[in-house]
């Protein structure tokens, strides 16, 4: 199993920054990617960020330029710090984190953090 605990969420005025961490514990042995997806209300949870093992990162259209994901290996921390902020951008954040064994994948999420950006 692998735990994850998401922080620095919370209220912030449109332009303004946040960053968000996940802290990773438990059996991390094949983690391939871990990102960070968000949910607001009445809407499916969509990717924003990821990085994989090897360090590559994607982003969701309407957060590049403004978001960058990174990742604290010796900590087993991963980071997204967001600047720019939209109040497009207020939902709850989740931290994702992918075990490939093989071809079967595994999918671990935190309990997220609430984001709310004011007008």
């Known amino acids: 199993q692998v735990q994850l605990v998401e922080s620095g969420g919370g209220l912030v005025q449109a332009g303004g920054s946040l960053r968000l961490s996940c802290a990773a514990s438990g059996r991390m042995f094949s983690i391939s990617a871990m990102g960070w997806y968000r949910q607001a209300p009445g809407t499916q949870r969509e990717l924003v960020a990821s990085?994989?093992?090897?360090?590559?990162?994607d982003y969701a259209d309407s957060v590049k330029g403004r978001f960058t994901i990174s990742s604290d290996n010796a900590r087993n921390t991963v980071y997204l710090q967001m600047n720019s902020l939209k109040p497009e951008d207020t939902a709850v954040y989740y931290c994702n984190a992918e075990r490939t064994l093989g071809n079967r994948a595994y999918n671990y999420w935190g309990q997220g953090t609430q984001v709310t950006v004011s007008s």
């Open positions: 990085i994989t093992d090897g360090g590559r990162t």
